[in-house]
């Protein structure tokens, strides 16, 4: 972490977030399973970029093409194995779209300003590539400390 570091918004090497709820009720979608909301237009961007390469993946499911959100929600989610297959790639596509409306209608800070790297009002991740893949490093002590929880919250819930 750094010290009095002052980050750009429009530094498309950081992810920045605020904690909230998204309007609808997601299922399917990681993205929407999160309670962190996106808050400059590079992280709706790169949100976007992300579900993209998610829904680009291709499995096979009885007999059927899948994308990647609908192959982990049938892996992983105990509800949506229970449904039927068709209703459950209806369903990503009906959350997909309600996302990206979401995120269309959301109020984003401006381009022009700049936030201290170190404070407690937004989530921010630096952004780091690791050959074809982008990995999100919490980037302050406030954003290392929600993952840490976020990621016992997972961890208690797989037990």
Known sequence: MTDDKVINLDDINYAIYKIGEWENHYEINQIGLSNEIPVTKNTIMHI??????????????????VNGFVAIAMQLNPKVQEMKLDDVIELEET??????K????????????????????YLIYKLEKDCHVTTSIPANEFTEKYYQNELKKIEDALD
Do not use: C
């Not at 959350?95 to 990206?100: G, P, R």
């Open 95 to 100: 959350e997909y779209q309600n996302i990206l």
């Open 48 to 65: 976007k970029f992300s579900m993209d390469e998610i829904r680009n993946s291709e499995f096979s499911i009885s007999d059927k093409k």
């Open 102 to 121: 979401e995120m269309e209608e959301l109020d984003v800070l401006s381009e022009d300003e700049t936030i201290p790297l170190e404070n407690e009002d």
